[in-house]
Nanobody, 125 residues
Framework: QVRLVESGGGVVQAGGSLRLSCAAS????????MGWFRQAPGKGREVVTA????????YYAESVKGRFTISRDTAKNTIHLDMNNLELADTAVYYC??????????????????WGQGSQVTVSS
C-alpha cells in the first residue's frame, strides 16, 4: 500500500508561480512511477505530467509544456510540480498519483492505483 500526501496549492495571480509537493510512504519510492493530474470544474480528470520510476523520463501535456516541471527528491520520497507563468485555465484540483504496476511513464489515469487527496490551485486575473 502507498500513501500519498500532497501539499502546496492556493491562490495565485495569472503569470505567477506555485509549487505542489507529494510525499509518498509505504513502499520503496524507487519502484514507483508517478504523475500529476488535474480536474477543472465541470471537466474530467486529465494528465498534466508523468515521471518514470527512474526519474529520467517525463511526459508533459501540451498545455503545460515549457511552464510546468516535474521533479523528484529521492531522499525525501517526494515529487514536486513547479508551475510557472500560470494561466486562468490552470485552475483545477491537482492530484498526484503513483503506480507500482508500470515502471515507464504512465500518462493515463487508469494506470495508477494510488492517489493523493487533491490540492486546489486557483489562478486569478
Amino acid at each position: 500500500q502507498v500513501r500519498l500526501v500532497e501539499s502546496g496549492g492556493g491562490v495565485v495571480q495569472a503569470g505567477g508561480s506555485l509549487r505542489l509537493s507529494c510525499a509518498a510512504s509505504g513502499r520503496s519510492f524507487n519502484s514507483l512511477a508517478m504523475g500529476w493530474f488535474r480536474q477543472a470544474p465541470g471537466k474530467g480528470r486529465e494528465v498534466v505530467t508523468a515521471l518514470n520510476y527512474l526519474g529520467d523520463s517525463t511526459y508533459y501535456a501540451e498545455s503545460v509544456k515549457g511552464r510546468f516541471t516535474i521533479s523528484r527528491d529521492t531522499a525525501k520520497n517526494t515529487i514536486h510540480l513547479d508551475m510557472n507563468n500560470l494561466e486562468l485555465a490552470d485552475t483545477a484540483v491537482y492530484y498526484c498519483a503513483a503506480t507500482q504496476r508500470i515502471l515507464s511513464v504512465a500518462a493515463v489515469q487508469d494506470d495508477y492505483e494510488y492517489w493523493g487527496q487533491g490540492s486546489q490551485v486557483t489562478v486569478s486575473s
